[in-house]
C-alpha cells in the first residue's frame, strides 16, 4: 500500500468545489510537487493530506503502519506564511516538533534535545537558537518553521511553497533537504510556483487547475506537455542542461484564461 493515498477526493468550500475528484498515491521515497496557478486548489489538498481539512466526498487513506504510529508523529505540515505570534525562541520552536514524541508532563530527553540540534544544523539556524522568533526576518522564520517540522522526525513531510520567501541559496539548501528525506525512506508532498526548482527536485509532478488534476507524470512529460501552457496562461521556454530543465516563462498566451 502506498504511504498515503487520496481516492476519488471532493472538497467544497463555501459552495465552491475547490478540489474535484482528485485521487493521488505517495509511495516512499517520493517527492511529489503540486504545480498550477493561484486558485488552482493545491493547498486545500494539501491540507486535506494533513488531515486540517474534512472531505466532501471520497477516502483518504495512510498506510496502516504509519497510521498504527499516529499521525502526529508520522506527519509534519509547514503551511504557507505561518504567522508567529509569541517571542519564544528558536530553539524553543523547533522543540515543540518534538511534542508528539513526549509522554505528558515530561521534559525533553536526550534524543529530543539531539532531534532539535539537528534540524537547527540542517536548516542553518543554530546560530539563531536563542533569537525570539518574532525578531527574525521572513526567510529565516521560514527556516525555522521548517527545523521545527524536521525536528518530528516524520515519514511525510507536506510543504506548501517552503522557499517562496527564502533568497537563492536557502532555496536550494530547502530543497535538498526535502530530496535528502526522500533519499532516507521517507516522503514530500511540495506546493511549489518555481517551476524550475520543481523540475529539479520533484520526482513527480501533479499539475492542477480548477480543482482537478490534469497531467501527472515525471517532470520532463509535465513540463514538456502542452497543458503546462494552457493552464498558466503563459507560453514557457524550456532549456535542457543534461537532465536538468529551465522554465521560463515568455509570453501570455491571449484568451487562454
Excluded at 501533479?206 to 501527472?216: A, E, N, P, Q, S
Aim: with cysteine; charged share 25%; net charge negative.
Amino acid at each position: 500500500m502506498s504511504l498515503l493515498q487520496s481516492e476519488h477526493i471532493s472538497v467544497q468550500l463555501d459552495k465552491k468545489l475547490v478540489v474535484d475528484d482528485v485521487s493521488i498515491a505517495l509511495e516512499a521515497g517520493e517527492m511529489i510537487g503540486l504545480i498550477g496557478p493561484n486558485g488552482a486548489g493545491k493547498t486545500t489538498l494539501l491540507r486535506t493530506f494533513a488531515g486540517l481539512q474534512n472531505l466532501t466526498s471520497g477516502k483518504m487513506r495512510l498506510d496502516e503502519n504509519l497510521e498504527k504510529q499516529g499521525h502526529d508523529r508520522v506527519l509534519a505540515y509547514l503551511a504557507q506564511s505561518p504567522e508567529v505570534h509569541w517571542p519564544l525562541t528558536v530553539e524553543r520552536v523547533v522543540a515543540l516538533g518534538r511534542i508528539p514524541h513526549l509522554s505528558p508532563w515530561s521534559r525533553g530527553r536526550e534524543e529530543d534535545k539531539l532531534a532539535v540540534r539537528e534540524a537547527l544544523q540542517k536548516t542553518d539556524m543554530t546560530a539563531f537558537a536563542n533569537r525570539a522568533i518574532t525578531t527574525l526576518s521572513g526567510g529565516e522564520r521560514v527556516r525555522a518553521l521548517i527545523a521545527r517540522a524536521l525536528a518530528v522526525e516524520p515519514t511525510i513531510i507536506l510543504a506548501d511553497e517552503p522557499v517562496a520567501a527564502l533568497d537563492p541559496l536557502h532555496r536550494l539548501q530547502v530543497m535538498e533537504l526535502l530530496q535528502d528525506h526522500c533519499q532516507d525512506g521517507g516522503s514530500v508532498v511540495v506546493v511549489m510556483h518555481d517551476l524550475t526548482l520543481a523540475a529539479r527536485y520533484c520526482s513527480r509532478l501533479v499539475l492542477m487547475d480548477r480543482g482537478r488534476i490534469v497531467h501527472d507524470d515525471t517532470p520532463a512529460n509535465v513540463i514538456a506537455g502542452e497543458r503546462l501552457e494552457q493552464v498558466y496562461g503563459v507560453q514557457t521556454k524550456v532549456i535542457k542542461d543534461g537532465d536538468d530543465l529551465i522554465v521560463v516563462p515568455w509570453t501570455e498566451l491571449k484568451g487562454v484564461r
